[in-house]
């Protein structure tokens, strides 16, 4: 673990050293990234790659004293021989002077490096990871031009669903309403009191939202343990999950809100997860990797037993750029999966288990009745844990360039502050989401991260869409 420095500040939120017009200026930057999100498709996970090509487990088995970058970086060919890690380098591990020609935007920390000259020594690397860590959630929540889509692709929902049984009730549940859903992150819904059949009637929701064109692609997964219709939306482009009298899909959700207001340390570290999962393809539950309550419990039981939860003296000085270093060490080296598993009621703890040959790495028990194994559909958590773990190396690695970098501050770096950032050694900056992102501010909304309750779609948008689908309708029907 890393050894934690004594800074007179309060929180990791005070490591957030920005001036108002640098804020300002950095706000006025991101303004210009996108125009639209409509071109943005969810990908086809059918023909996704596989994890192999991210993470070369099986040529990786070696003794840590070889863990260097340069060899992370390569792996053997059909052939035997020795070729570059290209896919490593896409997800900005190998970004070693290595500046895309195209560059068409600027990282959401670029314009903050100068106050690195007030620290020295050991603070100096945790400090700036903070504040990149900071920048970058602020800079992910979602716009109130975002949340009006969403806002209206509630409508709809709420309008067929009325129509097509009354009495139901639209409940979005999940990362939107928590505030942890990222600009391209699915919209969760539950319709409740729906009577008959479940698959027939997300059958009879499926045709509705076809024949009135609403949906770019549809899928109806009726085979899994909850059925679902998967759709994305039209207008907002956003991915939709709907599913049909889930009332316990509430009581997870008003638990992770509990979560999120006892330890404030929880969503940013959750969103920087999400975001290092959903890029090398291991965020999906049933792709083997960790969905997005898993990630949430996992990253829970790291801060239930992390010491600086329960010392407010270790809180003032444990800065975010701590956390995330010291979750990546403890994930991805230090904890034993086959002689340890997670319980996170109370307190939480760690538990005794004998791994059996057939079950999975990971023991996660959730915090809610019945208190199930989540880590048992996890079949490529192996996986996960080798990302930890190389992502943790490559942090020690630029932790050293980094020092050695400030220890003799060159101005014209200053004037190159990507050459600073150490997020992006672990995150592909070059990425959908990247490159879409755009910001609006506009303070008389709410950023999505104040919701703590289900977002009320307002009456004038529901008539304003009423008349929409109205006239989709008749237009399909003279068609």
Request: a positive charge; aromatic letters at 10%; charged letters at 25%.
């Amino acid at each position: 673990m890393s050894n934690n420095p004594v800074i007179k500040l309060d929180g990791p939120d005070a490591y957030l050293l920005e001036e108002e017009e640098k804020i300002k200026h950095s706000v006025a930057l991101n303004n210009q990234l996108r125009c639209v999100i409509q071109s943005r498709n969810k990908p086809d996970t059918s023909k996704m790659a596989e994890t192999s090509e991210f993470i070369n487990v099986t040529s990786l088995k070696r003794k840590r004293s070889s863990d260097s970058g340069h060899f992370r970086r390569k792996k053997i060919n059909s052939n035997g021989e020795n070729v570059e890690y290209q896919k490593f380098r896409f997800l900005g591990i190998n970004k070693e002077n290595e500046k895309s020609k195209d560059k068409i935007m600027k990282l959401p920390w670029e314009e903050i490096p100068k106050y690195l000259r007030k620290y020295s020594g050991t603070d100096i690397f945790f400090i700036h990871l903070n504040n990149e860590i900071v920048q970058l959630v602020k800079w992910l929540e979602l716009t109130s031009s975002e949340h009006m889509l969403r806002t209206r692709a509630l409508a709809r929902i709420t309008l067929i669903s009325h129509s097509l049984w009354p009495g139901s009730k639209v409940q979005p549940f999940g990362s939107y309403y928590t505030g942890l859903s990222l600009p391209t992150g699915d919209l969760d819904v539950c319709i409740l009191n729906v009577s008959g059949d479940p698959k027939r009637r997300l059958r009879e929701f499926a045709t509705v939202l076809k024949e009135l064109r609403l949906c770019a692609g549809i899928e109806l997964i009726l085979t899994a343990k909850v059925p679902i219709v998967k759709y994305v939306d039209s207008e907002a482009c956003i991915s939709v999950d709907i599913s049909l009298n889930q009332e316990s899909s509430m009581d997870t959700t008003q638990h992770i809100s509990e979560c999120l207001k006892k330890f404030s340390t929880l969503r940013p570290l959750l969103i920087i997860l999400k975001l290092f999962l959903k890029q090398r393809g291991l965020d999906e539950t049933y792709l083997g990797g960790l969905g997005s309550y898993s990630q949430f419990c996992l990253v829970l039981s790291f801060l239930q037993q992390h010491s600086s939860s329960y010392s407010p003296a270790l809180h003032k000085s444990t800065t975010l750029g701590h956390l995330l270093f010291d979750f990546l060490e403890l994930f991805g080296i230090v904890f034993n999966y086959t002689s340890t598993g997670i319980r996170l009621n109370g307190r939480g703890e760690y538990f005794r288990r004998q791994m059996d040959r057939h079950e999975s790495t990971l023991h996660l028990e959730s915090p809610l009745p019945p208190h199930n194994d989540m880590g048992k559909g996890a079949f490529r958590f192996d996986d996960v844990r080798e990302s930890f773990r190389l992502a943790f190396f490559d942090l020690v690695e630029f932790r050293g360039r980094f020092n050695k970098m400030c220890s003799s501050f060159d101005d014209s770096k200053l004037n190159s502050p990507e050459c600073y950032s150490i997020l992006s050694s672990i995150l592909c900056i070059d990425d959908e989401l990247f490159q879409c992102r755009s910001r609006t501010i506009d303070k008389s909304q709410p950023p999505i991260s104040a919701f703590r309750k289900p977002p009320l779609v307002p009456d004038e948008i529901i008539k304003k869409v009423k008349l929409e689908i109205e006239r989709l309708y008749v237009n399909n029907t003279i068609s």
